[in-house]
């Protein structure tokens, strides 16, 4: 790896909580669109155009495998997605979308910026924490502050990036009982 490599950044942002949706229409079939991006019901959703998501299928019947997901439009219980192929299929109920990083190489984490349209009132935290691919004995949380009257967190490692290996999952969460928009900016370098 070239030490000189400047990191990079990844949005995500949304209204209501940092959490999970699940695609919810099981008949409804996706839509191919042009390049590589397909149009998918997911009704509720709470996420802005502009963020990259990852996608995942807990059963791991879909075609479109685990990985990060551009949000390339969000209307009204649709969104645009990329992917790396397409095949025609229907998206079931095990299909969900995360706030969250997941890179097949090693990456560092250099920091998350996290920002509120406003102050939060409710007494509740925001979390970082890595879901380790190898299992629950190596999870590790990595950050939690309380966000009462906070708008903007910056966290930055103590003692410089963190080393994530490929295939584990970070997660960012928050209740958002306040249901501020949020933007989420994470500053990241692939080893690979």
């Known amino acids: 790896m070239n030490q000189n490599q400047s990191f990079e950044r990844l949005y995500m942002g949304g209204s209501e909580d940092i959490v999970y949706d699940v695609f919810d229409d099981a008949t409804a079939a996706v839509t191919r669109l042009n390049g590589k991006a397909f149009y998918a019901k997911i009704t509720g959703h709470t996420f802005f155009a502009g963020s990259t998501?990852?996608?995942?299928d807990t059963d791991n019947t879909s075609a479109y495998k685990h990985g990060m997901r551009y949000i390339h439009a969000?209307?009204?219980?649709?969104?645009?997605?990329?992917?790396?192929?397409?095949q025609t299929e229907n998206i079931d109920n095990e299909c969900q979308l995360w706030p969250s990083i997941v890179w097949p190489v090693d990456w560092e984490l250099k920091q998350v910026e996290l920002h509120l349209e406003?102050?939060?009132?409710?007494?509740?935290?925001f979390v970082i924490a890595l879901d380790a691919d190898k299992g629950t004995y190596w999870d590790t949380t990595?950050?939690?502050?309380?966000?009462?009257?906070?708008?903007?967190?910056?966290?930055?490692?103590?003692?410089?990036?963190?080393?994530?290996?490929?295939?584990?999952?970070?997660?960012?969460?928050?209740?958002?009982?306040?249901?501020?928009?949020w933007g989420l900016k994470v500053w990241y370098r692939r080893l690979a």
Request: glycine share 4%; with cysteine.
């Open 142 to 181: 990595y950050y939690t502050g309380a966000m009462t009257g906070v708008q903007d967190v910056i966290w930055k490692p103590e003692d410089g990036p963190i080393t994530i290996s490929k295939q584990d999952l970070l997660n960012f969460t928050y209740t958002n009982v306040d249901s501020n928009n």
């Open 74 to 86: 969000a209307a009204t219980n649709y969104l645009t997605l990329s992917c790396d192929y397409f």
């Open 53 to 56: 998501m990852y996608w995942t």
């Open 118 to 125: 406003a102050a939060a009132t409710a007494v509740e935290n």
